[in-house]
T-cell receptor
């Protein structure tokens, strides 16, 4: 069974540009969550999608957005990039998210903003 | 709001020794779940073990066990018989609000196993 696939693995972008990251969840998983990991702030929850609907959102500005397609694949978009957006972006998939639902993570996309 | 505190930024342990990674949490939720993840240098987060707030028994998964002390709001991870491959970052995380929230992570502990 294939794991969570994130593409691309590495990205370098310039301040002011926008970027789109992709996440393909494990087959059968309909919940996809996104996390940002930085040395300073650690791991922070961005948002979660289930059945193409955003169910929950962390404390990030509106420049961070996402969507989910009917096949459960998800994309995350960051507009007007800032240097502070440089981070490892992790995607996690799970069965309908509940209290004890294990989240399976991808290897992440490392974004560098210059 | 939920908060996870991991007070050990780094630890050095001799191979084959047992190691305890500390985790304390704060939440006003009555129902919550506690998780431990391992992150090797490759970046992928690997699920290790789960403990529910209403579970009376401590969770165990192979060499991993979770020492859950609800009154102290503590959920320490114990790795028995450590191996060189255990060297990695370890994160404690929790989910509350009946599962509606995303995971809240601690800052992590960098564990290095020495031969």
């Amino acid at each position: 069974k294939a794991g969570v696939t994130q593409t691309p693995r590495y990205l370098i972008k310039t301040r002011g540009q926008q970027v789109t990251l992709s996440c393909s969840p494990i087959s059968g998983h309909r919940s996809v969550s996104w996390y940002q990991q930085t040395p300073g702030q650690g791991l922070q929850f961005l948002f979660e999608y289930f059945s193409e609907t955003q169910r929950n959102k962390g404390n990030f500005p509106g420049r961070f957005s996402g969507r989910q397609f009917s096949n459960s694949r998800s994309e995350m978009n960051v507009s007007t990039l800032e240097l502070g957006d440089s981070a490892l972006y992790l995607c996690a998939s799970s069965l309908p998210q509940g209290l004890n639902t294990e989240a399976f993570f991808g290897q992440g996309t490392r974004l560098t903003v210059v | 709001a939920q908060k996870i505190t991991q007070t050990q930024p780094g630890m050095f342990v001799q191979e084959k020794e047992a190691v305890t990674l500390d985790c304390t949490y704060d939440t006003s939720d009555q129902s919550y779940g506690l998780f431990w993840y391992k992150q090797p240098s490759s970046g992928e987060m690997i699920f290790l073990i789960y403990q529910g707030s209403y579970d009376e028994q401590n969770a165990t998964e192979g060499r991993y066990s979770l020492n859950f002390q609800k009154a102290r709001k503590s959920a320490n991870l114990v790795i028995s018989a450590s191996q060189l491959g255990d060297s990695a970052m370890y994160f404690c995380a929790m989910r509350g609000r009946g599962g509606a929230d995303g995971l809240t992570f601690g800052k992590g502990t960098h564990l290095i196993i020495q031969p």
